[in-house]
C-alpha cells in the first residue's frame, strides 16, 4: 500500500478513537471559548473533506460538502461516516494518486481552481486532518477530557517541546 494511503488511515483512525472515548454530550458541547466550536463539528468538517475529494471525477469541489449536522452530535453516526470514507480511502490504488484533478476552492478571494495530483490533494487532507485533530485537543482540554496519543494534534515534522516543572 502506498505511503501516502497507510499515512492517512493511521492519522485518520485517530477519529475512530476519539468517538469511542465521548458520549454524545461532550461531542457535541460548543462550550470552550474562544470559538466555541465543538468536536462533532470539527469531526464533520474532516470526514467531509475527504468524502467530497473521494469522487471518480478529475473535478473536485471542495465548498461541495454534505455538512451533516447529525454526524456533529451523534458519536455512532458519525462513526459510520468515518467507516465509509476509511474504506473509501482504503480501497485506493496507484492509478488513483497519479491521476491529475482540478479541485475548486474559495481561498478568500472566490472559486478558484487548482491543478494537483490526487496524491497531493490527499497529503493535504492529512495534514488538515491533523490541524483540526489539534484544535480537537484543546477542546477536550476545555472539557477536561484527554486522549491517550502523545502526538494527537501534532504535525510529524513539528518539533516537541519539553515541559519543565
Known sequence: MNI???ATLKNL????????LLSDEHFSSSSIPPY???IGSHIR?????YDCMLVK???IDLKARKRQTEVEINCKRALEYYSDVFNKISKLEESDLNRIVIVTDDLGL??????????SLLAQANSHTTH???IINYILEGLRL???DENFGYNPTTPKTKILN
Open 146 to 148: 484527554s486522549v491517550k
Open 132 to 134: 483540526h485533530y489539534a
Open 36 to 38: 466555541y466550536s465543538s
Open 45 to 49: 468538517h474532516i470526514l467531509d473533506f
Open 57 to 59: 471525477s478529475n473535478m
Open 110 to 119: 472566490g472559486n478558484t481552481e487548482i491543478k494537483y495530483t490526487f496524491s
Open 13 to 20: 483512525e485517530r477519529t475512530k478513537n476519539i468517538l469511542s
Open 4 to 6: 501516502i494511503i497507510q
